[in-house]
């Protein structure tokens, strides 16, 4: 987590391993092991080595600031930093890599939407070649239901959860982190897979798959509507590229905006890049397998090599 200190690839020393520690608040499950792994590769390789950190939140520093504001009073949002940070930025930048190498159409003439589906979910709305929208805001608990995380719900659930079941905020966050999603939902796993495999003879494993589909598929026609047109929706992680079925139920309705599924290419494409929309469609459907490892990567050469000039 960048927060609003990093927003590209910094070289490590130790005023930059400082004020990533300065933002453990923001990121308290993620920061803390980050920066454990950086003290560990300092004391083996030594202090002096050069080491990059790059940044998940980065990619989205470019939202707009009437995309980026919660409605809460503006002091309290300045004084604590709360704004939408947005998260998966590798997968998002990594999807729109590989879409303009694959289509040879430049980033900044690309308006696109990506749907990164795994055990964490998020959909971001690039223009551009810029995100301009993404569901995750403040913390990586907003926006698609996830494997165990809820995303958007009533944020007045929470005191009405603590005053019900006597127990504190940091307990009602802890559910909504790790026992809600396709887990809570389903009472059974937050494996799509298996749900999946049960959708016919188990209610409620079929409630979790609809309410999971209904939710990004909300999402997807909010962002053609914040993006005015599409090139392209883009799906990755690992059921964004592995459940046709689960894909098939968030195109389902879409012909309004250009949008369908070539049912043989989408039941074919499993763990493949591949084009799985109708022919014709005036909105693309590709499946990208995700590569965040090489967004670091290229963020790394990228720094050091500005670096060296």
Known sequence: HGGDLFTSAVAIDDDVLSRIESLNDLAPLHNPAAVNGIHAARKIFGAAAPMAAVFDTAFHHTIPETAATYAIPVELAKKHAIRRYGFHGMAHQYSLLRYGEL???PE????????HLGNGCSACAIRGGRSVDTSMGFTPLEGLVMGTRSGDLDPALVNYLVRKEKVDAAEVERWLNHRSGLLGLSGRSNDMRELISVYETNARARLAVDVFCYRARKYLGAYLAVLGRADAVVFSG?????????????CTGMDWCGLSLDQEKNSGAVGTESLISSAGGRVHVYVIPSDEEAIIARET????????R
Do not use: C, H, M, Y
């Open 103 to 105: 289509t040879g159409r």
């Open 108 to 115: 900044r003439q690309t308006d696109i939407i990506t749907l």
């Open 238 to 250: 690992g059921i964004g590229e592995n459940a046709p079925a689960v894909r098939e139920k968030i």
């Open 301 to 308: 050469v990228k720094l050091f090599q500005r670096k060296s």
